[in-house]
């Protein structure tokens, strides 16, 4: 099997040999990291009231599974803010019409923020970032008008 792989910035074909893909295979399988949460002491996002619980111990299906715990009350907040800021900007693109998935090779849109609140957008072609929402140009475009115009707040 040939594969392409970037070294030192080149993309750079090579063939791997079967014993050389099934270690791969074998490698990549899920492991699932094991969170930690002290009893009493651990804060929970519901996301059905948008409210932060304090000292709630779920099961460790939850917990392991959803990503919806927290140790402090404060990262739990913020955690709840960052997820909501993206799901009102994902149903907005969506709402658009110009929300997309990413596509290696081709330009996908995406929205950041400057220190003073103002938004732009730029792409990315060759790479996801996780919890990023693509859109398209046009998309992207009227988002940040509509932003920085102050008729859409995240």
Not at 133 to 154: D, W
């Amino acid at each position: 099997m040939k594969i392409t792989v970037e070294i030192n910035g080149i993309d750079t074909e090579i063939t791997l040999t079967a014993e050389q893909i099934a270690k791969i295979e074998a490698d990549k399988k899920f492991k699932l990291f094991e969170f930690k949460y002290p009893k009493n002491e651990t804060y929970v996002v519901d996301f059905n009231t948008g409210v932060v619980i304090p000292k709630f111990v779920g099961d460790n299906e939850s917990i392991n599974y959803r990503g919806r715990y927290a140790i402090t009350q404060k990262v739990a907040e913020d955690k709840l803010a960052l997820l909501t800021r993206t799901a009102r900007l994902h149903a907005l693109a969506e709402q658009l019409g110009g929300l997309k998935e990413f596509e290696f090779g081709k330009l996908n849109y995406y929205i950041y923020i400057y220190p003073d609140g103002m938004v732009s957008y730029d792409y990315i072609q060759n790479r996801i970032v996780f919890g990023v929402t693509y859109m398209t140009y046009s998309c992207a475009v009227e988002i940040c008008h509509m932003i920085n115009k102050g008729k859409f707040v995240l």
